[in-house]
């Protein structure tokens, strides 16, 4: 969500700006602008749209500068306007905001009563006009930074550019990400390291509260109490931040094509032999309750999770949605664990569900994607999931590497707490190390699935089902279809069909069955005969053996190689996907960038 970049450079800056901005689409977004400072002059562009429309302006009307701010912005408050685009200027200050300032309300209105009017809807022009008032007090831009920055209340990150200043941006954090970069005689700041690759693999990770000062020559960091703080650099790895479709035509197709082998490289990193190897001193034999928390895809990793914890380790689990769980206020016991989920390891709701939860539990552990995040940097122990970075809006591989990673914790857990030998582990990895090759053949149906998703884009509502762990399996399948097709999905427990949704059932609505031939396949069964009953078009997704006793009848079939039950939410995801993927392309929807989402969720 929002991206924000800026530069202190040695060269013509806008080209900079909005090719780092490119890097940063994949957070969301619906307008664009960058301002610069030349020979002293502050000057601003803005569109709206895709940043192609920016790139088009700026041909016609150029901006000059070597110093200079850039942003992507997703609508919060006010539409998706030139007027409402960042960045936002006030006088001599031009500010770019990720965040939302919850008290702008307040400051709207003594900024009001001193006089000053307001050309947008946003928060963030708040903050440029209590810069500029600041500024006409005869305070130098530090100190204008040190009296605002206290009184904005909410989340942000800040990087502010000044007339007059072609050598200082001041920048700040507080529940948003930022990073400064560090070149030879140029500096940077960036929403994430994403964007500064190009540009330098040296970067500072503000801290909560953190504001800095920067010149050329480097950076003064100041924390909260605006005490000088010494921040640790850290070099990124650029080829991990390399952002290319690599011949495929989105980003999510790459991804799921992926899956197999990112899949494997994290069961390389975890497990040795017949051994399942974490960090020392991960030890679930003493507690007593796991509660688990994330928002969105990642929350339906836990809940697939939460089946694997109780029945392969007998642990009691509570899933909260994160944007939920503080607010209700949970009790939480001193013998358990909280375990945070976020690919980006953002999440603003999950990293204050992280924060409410720190001196309540025993331990704080975390799965995440990007292992300099601030959810990861906060815990106690971060496991990565070594997925790569993940640019399509609806996660793919990151979920099923989550997926992959919450398995293995609850097989460590199963054996720390006696209820597996280490022989039964040691057979479950083995099998666990076949799922790359069978998540090749599953990617293979493409072709099969791409056929029956013209037929399933003409529909205007789906319906997923499953039981045990392929019921929230059927949760993430409805996501996966609403997010990039539009079309109204919804996934259900299949025993709980009759007690309502089986009222929606008629011939114009395809209800997708996810049934392996497992322990509960005749139970899913039964269900999907009633659906068939009523006329409901049934795609099921199933082995052969399960194929060939109830396909008999369906609208479509899907076969996918047969499974243990500990990995079949695993693979089934895949075709889940693709059926998603090839529907949205056949409706001709913007698959990697749907409208209204985000990647990253920086706010509440």
Request: charged residues 20%; aromatic residues 6%; glycine residues 8%.
């Amino acid at each position: 969500m929002c991206g924000i970049v800026g530069v202190l450079g040695n060269h013509q800056v806008a080209p900079l700006l909005v090719e780092a901005l490119k890097r940063l689409e994949y957070r969301g977004y619906d307008s664009a602008g960058i301002a610069t400072v030349n020979d002293g002059r502050l000057d601003r562009r803005r569109a709206v749209g895709k940043l192609q429309n920016l790139s088009d302006l700026l041909v016609h009307e150029p901006l000059a500068g070597r110093a200079g701010i850039g942003h992507t912005r997703w609508a919060t408050h006010g539409a998706a306007t030139v007027a409402n685009a960042h960045p936002h200027r006030a006088g001599a200050v031009a500010v770019v905001h990720n965040g939302i300032i919850e008290n702008f309300r307040e400051l709207r209105a003594e900024l009001t009563a001193a006089g000053y009017s307001f050309e947008s809807e946003t928060d963030t022009e708040t903050i440029a006009l209590l810069m500029r008032h600041a500024l006409a007090d005869g305070k130098t831009p530090q100190e204008a930074a040190a009296e605002i920055l206290p009184r904005l209340h909410g989340a942000f990150a800040l990087c502010f550019l000044f007339e007059g200043e072609d050598d200082l941006m001041i920048c700040a954090r507080k529940g948003s990400p930022l990073a400064i970069g560090h070149g030879e005689g140029e500096m940077f700041v960036g929403s994430d390291a994403i964007a500064l690759a190009p540009m330098t693999d040296r970067v500072t990770y503000l801290e909560e509260g953190d504001w800095a000062v920067i010149t050329r020559k480097g950076a003064e960091i100041f924390d909260a109490e605006n005490r000088r703080a010494n921040r640790a650099m850290t070099r990124i790895q650029v080829d991990a931040t390399r952002i290319e479709k690599a011949g495929y035509k989105h980003f999510m197709a790459k991804e799921i094509a992926e899956q197999p082998v990112v899949l494997a490289d994290a069961l390389k990193h975890y497990t040795t032999g017949g051994a399942i190897t974490l960090p020392e001193g991960l030890d679930f034999a003493g507690v007593d309750r796991l509660t688990m928390v994330a928002c969105g895809t990642a929350s339906y990793a836990c809940h697939v999770a939460k089946y694997w914890f109780e029945s392969l380790a007998g642990l009691p689990c509570d899933i909260d949605i994160a944007s939920e769980f503080r607010y209700r206020e949970p009790p939480l016991s001193e013998k358990g664990w909280a375990l945070f989920v976020s690919q980006s390891g953002e999440t603003a709701d999950t990293l204050a569900a992280l924060r409410y939860a720190r001196d309540k539990v025993a331990r704080i552990l975390s799965i995440v994607n990007v292992t300099t995040s601030s959810i990861a940097r906060e815990s106690d122990l971060a496991l990565p999931i070594l997925a790569g970075v993940e640019v399509g809006v609806a996660s793919t591989k990151a979920f099923t590497c989550q997926l992959a990673v919450l398995a293995l914790l609850a097989l460590k857990a199963g054996f720390d707490r006696g209820r597996l030998t280490a022989d039964q582990v040691a057979d479950h990895l083995a099998t666990f190390r076949l799922l790359p090759g069978l998540m090749n053949h599953a990617i293979g149906l493409a072709p099969e699935i791409e056929k029956l998703a013209e037929q399933l884009a003409e529909a205007q509502d789906v319906l997923f089902l499953g039981r045990g762990a392929m019921f929230p399996l059927a949760l993430e399948g409805a996501l996966k279809l609403k997010e990039i097709s539009y079309i109204h999905a919804e996934g259900y427990a299949s025993g709980e069909l009759k007690h309502g949704p089986i009222a929606l059932i008629d011939n114009r609505v395809p209800v997708v069955v996810l049934a392996p031939r497992d322990h509960l396949f005749e139970k899913t069964v039964s269900n999907m005969q009633e659906v068939m009953a009523r006329h409901g078009k049934v795609l099921l997704m199933s082995d052969a053996a399960g194929v060939a006793e109830a396909g008999a009848g369906c609208w479509k079939t899907l076969t996918l190689p047969q499974v243990p039950d500990l990995l079949a939410p695993i693979l089934y995801a895949i075709p889940a996907q693709l059926l998603a993927y090839h529907t949205a392309i056949a409706k001709g929807t913007d698959v990697d960038q749907p409208r209204n989402l985000a990647k990253s969720v920086t706010v509440e």
